[in-house]
């Protein structure tokens, strides 16, 4: 693992200077030399962000595998217990030992002396991630016989609550508005709601509920926009946009239907008291980076580690008995308590932006997921059911405050302005979107396309070959297929020569640009949240292990948060399936190594995919913003690009 973060943070580290070397000797002094030397000036910061990740990844992964190799956590073989009420968890076998799956589940004893109820997993959170975990391992035949707590702060509901709906005389519907609070789900969070058999209910509320088949994404600064389908990537759609409390509620109700899950809530979590090994683990420090306290890896210090000596955690509540658990799952969103209480301290930024969201009444229904980078951040129009969408604007701290204090019109004004709003960039003409580089007489034309693309083909050849590099470390095919893209675009010269007569808001043909539908009025209180980058730098520890929210988080321009934690869940049961069958202790750190192997390189990439595209988006500079537009229109003339960024936004190639 530390080789691969080795091998990636050179990579970032030097993909700057190898664009800009190629810039140079094909000619950087072009006009499409001096965009793209200007982008790579604006993503030279994000290629360091990532270095500076891949190099948190290298010190936490080496810390906790030398602390696996030198500790090995004391277990006792107790048994498990009857279903309790309050929850606990079966004690861990030996690592090693030969005891097999089945005696570890159904042994008779129910609790210990002194730490109450033991469970074999608790899970700590009952969103949206918690919950699909819970649901995932009492239905597979390896380890539904496992006894699982799922613990929350606040009541678990199995039926969705309709949300307070704003009365407006232009709402085109009267059904009750979904909640503000929704998720784009890809294929492959489909898949894992299938195999867990929750996805037929969810699928079936067609207002909470609904397909799109198509994505449009577009720039405020230029003609460039790219438009794809779910056919281009032979797939029936795109993704469902979902209300997180349906899905929540669906897999609530598929749980009450398995005896060995317990639900305690609401409960709040007071401390974990982990295995007494385990705060003697090494200090690990790391001090160019923001971060909560406490090490990279594991450490005992923040939460504590004078547990009753049979290898367990145990967790304290502030109002219930303890229970133990052999494995604690953090999936208590951002702000994990699990996660510090483990002294697993993550690495990030904050954006200082807010994610306003509101449910909207649209003047006509869509399938179309909409979305144009504005200057203050990216504005998305998701479908919903019943002439609904879902508005999710990222956007400066003072403008959030400005949109939750508007009336439920004035809110739809503010987004229609802002999809169709002419933000009188010099190449903005009635309607008509102009590229100012394109020379007026057909001389200077021919010589000065014939200049700027020379410059220009050669830096994205090098980008390519950058991307390529960078996918190479990390195994990422999502970017190996983007540098595909890249190298087989539509050549500079047709975009230069089509994009004067290239109008902006057409309609008509599937793959041209489309006006999005009018919002009418807000359905749904406006919301807000802040926006930042965050990542665990390591997902496990002895007894403990994260995932969702609580190891990582990223920016939402690209729906793509929920899906990484759905990721999650899928490979943490694949690994927890294989212990219990060979009947390994699923709790033993140095076996749980695999899924963040897995996970750490998948949401890695994603996060630094997201934190480049914020950041050269947010760039509003003249060279940048041209380079952009023309960028998306080159990616828009290439059907394997279109391929790939379908089954990019599906979740196909990750």
Not at 297 to 306: E, M
Not at 309 to 338: M, N, T, W
Not at 496 to 502: C, E, K, L, M, Y
Not at 542 to 569: E, I, K, M, S, Y
């Amino acid at each position: 693992m530390w080789r691969l973060a080795r091998v990636a943070s050179r990579s970032a580290c030097h993909a700057p200077y190898l664009i800009s070397e190629s810039l140079a000797a094909a000619g950087g002094e072009s006009w499409a030399g001096g965009c793209i030397t200007g982008l790579v000036s604006d993503a030279t910061p994000v290629f360091r962000n990532i270095r500076l990740l891949a190099s948190a990844l290298r010190e936490s992964t080496s810390a906790s595998s030398s602390a696996a190799a030198s500790i090995s956590p004391p277990v006792a073989d107790t048994g498990g217990p009857p279903r309790p009420s309050s929850g606990a968890t079966d004690p861990p076998t030996t690592s090693g030992s030969s005891t097999t799956a089945s005696s570890v589940r159904h042994s008779s004893s129910s609790s210990s002396s002194r730490g109450g109820e033991v469970f074999d997993v608790a899970i700590v959170g009952g969103g949206l991630i918690g919950a699909a975990a819970a649901c995932a391992l009492s239905t597979s035949r390896l380890t539904r016989d496992l006894r699982i707590a799922l613990i929350d702060a606040v009541p678990l509901s199995q039926t969705p609550q309709t949300t307070t709906t704003t009365s407006s005389s232009s709402s085109s519907s009267s059904s009750p508005a979904p909640d503000a609070r929704v998720i784009a789900v890809n294929p492959s969070s489909i898949d894992l709601l299938k195999r867990v058999g929750v996805w037929n209910d969810i699928a079936s509320d067609t207002v909470r509920a609904a397909p799109f088949q198509h994505m449009q994404v577009w720039d405020f600064a230029g003609p460039g926009f790219i438009r794809f389908n779910a056919s281009d990537s032979r797939l029936p759609h795109l993704g469902y946009i979902v209300e997180n409390k349906l899905i929540v509620s669906s897999l609530l109700r598929r749980i009450q239907a398995h005896p060995s899950v317990s639900l305690i809530a609401p409960a709040k979590l007071q401390t974990i008291k982990w295995p007494k090994p385990y705060d003697s683990f090494p200090t690990v420090t790391h001090n160019s980076v923001k971060s909560e306290s406490g090490p990279l890896g594991p450490l005992g210090s923040s939460g504590d580690g004078d547990g009753d000596g049979d290898g367990l955690a145990e967790i304290h509540f502030e109002s219930r008995p303890p229970i133990q658990a052999r494995l604690v799952i953090g999936a208590d969103g951002s702000r994990s308590r699990v996660r510090s209480l483990a002294g697993l301290r993550t690495v990030g930024w904050p954006y200082h932006q807010r994610g306003v969201i509101s449910t909207v009444d649209l003047a006509s229904p869509s399938i179309t997921a909409w979305q144009r980078f504005l200057p203050s951040g990216p504005l998305a129009l998701l479908p919903l059911g019943d002439n609904f969408s879902n508005v999710v604007w990222s956007t400066t701290e003072e403008h959030a405050l400005k949109l939750q204090s508007m009336s439920p019109g004035e809110f739809a004004g503010a987004v229609n302005e802002a999809f169709r709003k002419d933000f009188a960039s010099p190449g903005l003409s009635q309607g008509t979107l102009k590229l100012p580089f394109v020379p007026s007489s057909a001389a200077a034309g021919a010589a000065g396309a014939a200049a700027a693309t020379s410059g220009a083909a050669a830096a994205v050849a090098a980008a390519a070959s950058a991307v390529s590099a960078a996918a190479a470390a990390a195994g990422n095919l999502a970017a190996a297929s983007l540098s595909s893209a890249l190298a087989s675009a539509t050549p500079l010269q047709s975009l230069f020569a089509q994009a004067p007569t290239n109008p902006l808001y057409s309609s008509g043909a599937a793959d041209q640009f489309q006006i999005p539908p009018e919002v009418l009025s807000a359905r749904s209180k406006v919301l807000s949240f802040p926006l930042s980058l965050q990542n665990a730098g390591s997902y496990v520890a002895p007894r403990c292990v994260l995932v969702g929210d609580a190891a990582h988080t990223v920016h939402p321009l690209a729906g793509q948060g929920a899906n990484l934690g759905f990721g999650d869940v899928t490979a943490l049961v694949t690994v927890l399936e294989r212990l219990v069958e060979v009947g390994e202790d699923i709790g033993e750190v140095s076996l749980l190594h695999s899924y963040e192997r897995e996970r750490q390189a998948a949401n890695i990439a994603m996060m630094g995919a997201m934190d480049f595209l914020k950041r050269v988006f947010a760039t509003d500079t003249f060279p940048v913003a041209n380079a952009r537009s023309a960028g998306l229109s080159i990616l828009n003339s290439s059907p394997l690009a279109k391929l790939n960024f379908a089954a990019f936004a599906s979740g196909t190639i990750l």
